[in-house]
């Protein structure tokens, strides 16, 4: 069994991703908090991430044709691109 570790200042962010992973089928087996070395948790200091919100900038007004061409002149074969996708898991 393979165990990762992730260390966050930003604690919303941490539980949505713990939140995201469990959705996946992986175990979340603990959580702690570790203090800095005067025994309080780590203030923001001005500057820095707000911690209360998700550091995930969201694009206003998307260009989804810019991707529009990328297959242009390529033969497409909805089954090939489906294998390769998927790998057989379908």
Do not use: Y
Request: cysteine-free.
């Amino acid at each position: 069994m393979v165990e990762v570790t992730i260390r966050t200042d930003n604690e919303l962010a941490l539980q949505k991703l713990l939140d995201f992973i469990s959705t996946l089928g992986f175990q979340v087996v603990g959580k702690k908090q570790v203090k800095n070395g005067k025994g309080k948790s780590k203030a923001v200091k001005a500057g820095e991430q707000d911690l209360t919100e998700l550091p995930i900038v969201w694009a206003e007004e998307p260009d989804v044709m810019a991707l529009a061409g990328i297959w242009e002149g390529q033969e497409i074969d909805p089954e090939q691109l489906r294998k390769d996708a998927w790998g057989g898991r379908l």
